[in-house]
């Protein structure tokens, strides 16, 4: 129960490592907000949650709109009050397509910086006053290793998750004198129930030939990294990205 008494936000709560991290954290002992803008899903989980006997609070939530995310924020300090912890985890990726750089066109890339790196800044300058206010507080973002890599095809999401990484490095400088902690993890090669069209068989094969561990990566594999961020374990470690990538090798 090393979360009792502690408030979790989780954006993208609704499917995905955003639902493990909502049940391992309630089963920790938190008092988790599930986080989505597809309420349905989000109140899906707030109910596995439940039926488990842990705390739960589902909140239909557009990360990229920042009333929407005050309120979030607002109705999780009313329902068990106070914010601890923040994971940026929301974003848009599964259903993007892939297409050279050339063929993006300005609505998709707004749309996808929107989420992916508008969205963090919206949910920390949502929390921050709560945290500023208990001078503690973590925050994790969600990050990529396409932030190294560069994966082709995919010039706006690859963009947007560089964006997570400066932000993270920003916003622990500015956070830092009130024992707020910003870190990042980038994960790799994480499978989910979220179907994904845009990595076939073959891609798989050559992502798992880049990694130093040979095979795929699951849930389970996000959940140790991100609780070690969330706890008192971490609170001299700042300004970081935590790569969780199987030994990626950049070639």
């Known amino acids: 129960m090393r ?32 986080a989505d803008l597809n309420i349905e899903k989000a109140q899906a989980v707030a109910a596995e949650i439940q039926a488990e006997n ?19 924020v607002a109705q999780a300090v009313k329902a068990f009050g106070t914010v601890d912890v923040l994971i940026n985890n929301a974003a848009v990726f599964s259903t993007l397509k892939m297409k050279p750089f050339e063929e993006i066109d300005a609505d998709e890339w707004d749309f996808v910086m929107g989420v992916n790196a508008r969205g963090v800044f919206n949910c920390i300058k949502a929390v921050s006053p709560f945290m500023k206010q208990q001078q503690s507080g ?29 932000l993270t490095r920003a916003l622990a400088t500015e956070l830092g004198e009130y024992c ?6 980038s ?3 994480i499978v989910t129930e979220v179907p994904r069209d845009t990595i076939r068989p073959e891609q798989w094969d050559a992502i798992i030939a880049a ?5 795929k990566g699951d849930v389970s594999d996000m959940i140790g990294a991100t609780m070690f961020l969330a706890s008192d374990e971490s609170k001299y470690i700042t300004g970081q990205t935590l790569n969780v990538d199987a030994g990626l090798r950049f070639n």
């Open 3 to 34: 979360f009792e008494n502690k408030t979790v936000i989780i954006t993208g709560a609704g499917q995905g490592i955003g639902r493990a991290y909502a049940q391992e954290f309630a089963k920790a002992g938190a008092a988790v907000v599930v």
């Open 54 to 72: 842990g705390q739960a609070l589902a909140v239909k939530v557009d990360v990229s709109d920042d009333k929407s995310t005050a309120e979030m």
């Open 138 to 166: 973590k925050i994790i973002n969600i990050s990529s290793s396409v932030v190294v890599t560069g994966r082709a095809n995919y010039a706006h999401y690859v963009a947007s998750k560089g964006a997570v990484v400066a």
């Open 180 to 185: 707020i902690n910003v870190n990042a993890i």
């Open 187 to 189: 994960p790799h090669g």
């Open 211 to 215: 990694q130093t561990l040979k095979r």
